[in-house]
């Protein structure tokens, strides 16, 4: 399925040259028009040796001269292209400029990195019925919250947690990969605030008690190397990860996450708690996540 089109114009007198290059998921072909006639055309996927070296098409122009179109990725969603007629330079898309990835995009698509990154899919692929759980378990506490009140929300989850545990122990399919495990302690942690504080600060104070227990969870994982939080979490990411350095980081960010979260409590009140944690946090934990998991990144 094409995605993109790049459309080049080379300038020869005399004719109307036109060069499609067609960007597809797993493969990019480029066809070489004069006069609205097709003369030539490439094509290089995944399994070609060097998918992404220039394309080279030639063609003969009707008074007998040679047209030759070179074309590939001069950027990270940018193409070039250059025209010789009988070996003069006539035409350049980017005068001056290589038709050459950057070296950081070459680097990415290197053979190694691709190979790594298809290992990568097939953990993540072999991982999904874990990562459906996970997400299951919390539009549970989503769709019983908006119909009900939080506590029922909470021990309404917290119970989906304990059978999705008790199903586990009867069918070979990986369910509590992950962070499901992680997730049903939470869940419980949570159902049991739930029910022992029920006024607007004391749930305001239970998402910061969480946070914090969350990331001293993570950062304890980070002390023994990452085996358990921070390597089901990098199950979860199509880049290769360091368990300890994403347990670490996470559990660094929860921390300061909830000590912002309190901050808002203290000083600003529930109408401040709302805006922050429906419009603030989520943006700027995000972007601190990205950054994370670039450090953490094997």
């Known amino acids: 399925m094409r995605y993109w089109q790049y459309r080049h114009r080379p300038a020869i007198p005399g004719h109307d040259v036109r060069l499609l290059i067609d960007a597809q998921l797993s493969v990019w072909e480029s066809r070489l028009l004069i006069d609205g006639v097709q003369q030539a055309s490439q094509r290089a996927g995944l399994n070609s040796p ?7 098409l030639a ?9 030759a179109v ?5 950027g990270w969603v940018t193409t070039g292209a250059a025209a010789r007629v009988d070996g003069q330079l006539l035409w350049e898309s980017h005068p001056g400029r290589p038709i050459a990835l950057p070296r950081a995009a070459r680097a990415l698509a290197s053979p190694e990195r691709l190979a790594r990154n298809q290992a990568q899919m097939a953990r993540i692929r072999r991982n999904w ?5 996970d997400i299951a378990i919390g539009l549970i506490f989503y769709i019983v919250a908006r119909l009900s009140d939080l506590p029922t929300a909470a021990i309404t989850a917290a119970l989906a947690g304990i059978a999705l545990a008790v199903v586990q122990r009867f069918v070979k399919v990986d369910l509590l990969g992950g962070l499901a495990r992680f997730g049903i302690i939470m869940g419980l942690v949570s159902a049991g605030l739930a029910i022992a504080f029920r006024d607007d600060r004391a749930v305001m104070l239970r998402s910061t008690i969480l ?23 990098a199950n979860y990411l ?10 670490l980081g996470l559990g660094l960010l929860g921390l300061a996450s909830a000590a912002a979260e309190q901050a808002v409590i203290v000083w600003g009140g529930k109408d401040a708690w709302l ?3 429906t419009f603030i946090e989520f943006p700027i934990s995000l972007a601190l996540i990205m950054l994370i998991m670039r450090w953490a990144r094997a």
């Open 275 to 277: 805006t922050w944690t």
């Open 211 to 233: 946070g914090t227990l969350s990331a001293l969870c993570f950062l304890g994982d980070a002390a023994l190397g990452g085996r358990w939080l921070g390597k089901g979490l």
């Open 129 to 133: 019925p874990a990562m459906a759980c």
């Open 238 to 247: 199509p880049l290769p990860m360091q368990p300890r350095r994403l347990a």
């Open 59 to 67: 063609a003969t122009l009707p008074d007998g001269r040679t047209l």
């Open 50 to 56: 060097d998918h992404l070296a220039n394309h080279q």
């Open 70 to 74: 070179e074309c590939g990725f001069n």
